[in-house]
């Protein structure tokens, strides 16, 4: 286990080194991405996940695409890399993140025309190593406001995987709890486990495990329990997208534990990293939710639990409305209510 724990995500300097998500945590895998293909199985399967990880996947995808584009004039070259990088956007719908990121790669090449297309190539590489190398200071920054929320000894409950191996490093939601870790403060983490995939148990008690965290790890619906006891003194999750007047899109069972949260008088945080903000998404209504394999709930981890032909509804994410949300906490401060124009001023400062 190295110092900084596990890593989802390793750029060599030309291609992708990914832990495979999908084994742990009783599998630590890594395997090198070298092509969009890969990249795009790697993001529909879930090999790699978690919003931010999504969009520095999609980001070297699209470096990929450039490296074996055909450079014999701009126009040929480019057609190419759009085609490639809209298959990279049909990945998976709900993370804003693979968006941003294609968006951010396309804009780069169409603002370097003019320029050769092997010194295209070496620019585009370099943006995707910054997307990567941003998000570790993004969630940083992310845990140093965060912390300013916390204290020593605070319990915390958190929901999914919103933690290092969603990001670069440090994680979103897990961000301020390694930085309240690193203080010598003492935190105590209570994982939802996260049915049906369980990025909690599988992944949040490993990495919180893994660094020395006091983490216990709770059914979803045990939830409710542990706030009645008040062992929870503030709920911080992750976001795959913030729409505009700050509802946000997250892992399926986040609304429920807002309104756990509003009932039991339970601060209720986001952490948004600006890239997971998307102020063409409007309202929660108009963002995208991802309805994965019914197997993933009748046949967990391969042992059948439910009968055969059983209609099933899966969706991956639901939508918690911006009145639960106590505050969002991002690299550039923490925004309050009124969120539509708060976050608009954030965005745009
Ligand atoms: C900071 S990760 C954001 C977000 O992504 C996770 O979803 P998935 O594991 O399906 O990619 C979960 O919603 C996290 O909160």
Known sequence: MSKTGLLSLIWDGENLEMLDQRLLPSEIKYSKKT??????????SLEVRGAPAIGIAAAYGFYFAAREAPDTDFESFWKYLKEKSDYLASSRPTAVNLFWALERMEKKVLESKHLPISEIKRLVKEEAEAIHREDE?????????????????????????????????????????????????????????????????????????????????????????????????????????????????????????????KYYGIPFYVAAPTPTIDLGTKTGKDIPIEERNPNEVTCSFGRKTAPEGVKVYNPAFDVTPAENITAFITEKGIIYPPFEENIRDVINC
């Open 35 to 44: 092509t969009v293909q890969e990249i795009w199985e790697s993001i529909r």
């Open 137 to 261: 200071e993004i969630c940083r920054k992310i845990g140093e406001y965060g912390l300013t929320l916390l204290r020593d000894g605070v319990g915390i409950l958190t929901h999914c995987n919103a933690g290092q191996l969603a990001t670069a490093r440090y994680g979103t939601a897990t961000a301020p709890i390694y930085l309240a870790h690193e203080k010598g403060w003492k935190v105590r983490v209570f994982a939802d486990e996260t049915r049906p995939v369980n990025q909690g148990s599988r992944l949040t008690a490993l990495e919180l495990m893994q660094a020395g965290i006091d983490v216990t790890l709770i059914c979803d619906n045990m939830a409710a329990m542990v706030m009645s006891k008040g062992w929870v003194d503030a709920v911080i999750v992750g976001c795959d997208r913030v729409a505009a007047n700050g509802d946000t899109a997250n892992k399926i069972g986040t609304l429920g534990l807002s309104i756990l949260a």
